[in-house]
């Protein structure tokens, strides 16, 4: 008989599997506030910048592609000024996400090390891309 386990438990145990087990913070104090970064053997993510709490996050491109095209028809028919205002923000740091993607893709084409590998990106992205598309 397979004993039953807590769904929690098996999710916490299954996060702690692919968590790093490095990690350290690093905390700035500035005349305009606190900065803070927590470090893994992952990367490095801002926490708090300048006093303000800080989040950083990844979005599939076809999803950011998606909220843009749906942010532009409803932001004009939003009748509250402040509900427009956070509709107009949202749009524009998706916009400013979609940007930096297009800049990061560009990058990658221009540095890739071999034809080989370009070739291999830029197969995979295509294919990526057109099953976005497709769904």
């Known amino acids: 008989m397979v004993p039953l386990v807590d769904g929690d438990a098996l999710q916490a145990a299954s996060l702690a599997s692919v968590l790093p087990t490095t990690m350290s913070s690093t905390i700035y104090q500035w005349p305009s506030g606190v900065s803070a970064f927590h470090e893994t053997s992952a ?13 950083q996050w990844g979005f599939r491109v076809e999803r950011i592609q998606q909220w843009l095209v749906t942010l532009e028809q409803v932001i004009g028919n939003e009748a509250n000024t402040g509900n427009r205002h956070d509709l107009e923000e949202l749009y524009f740091s998706l916009k400013t996400a979609h940007a930096q993607h297009i800049k990061e893709h560009e990058a990658v084409v221009t540095d890739a090390p071999s034809a080989d590998d370009l070739q291999a990106y830029l197969t995979a992205y295509t294919a990526a ?6 769904r």
């Open 43 to 55: 990367g490095s993510s801002l926490v708090m910048t300048g006093g303000s709490p800080y989040v």
């Open 129 to 134: 891309m057109g099953q976005e598309v497709a």
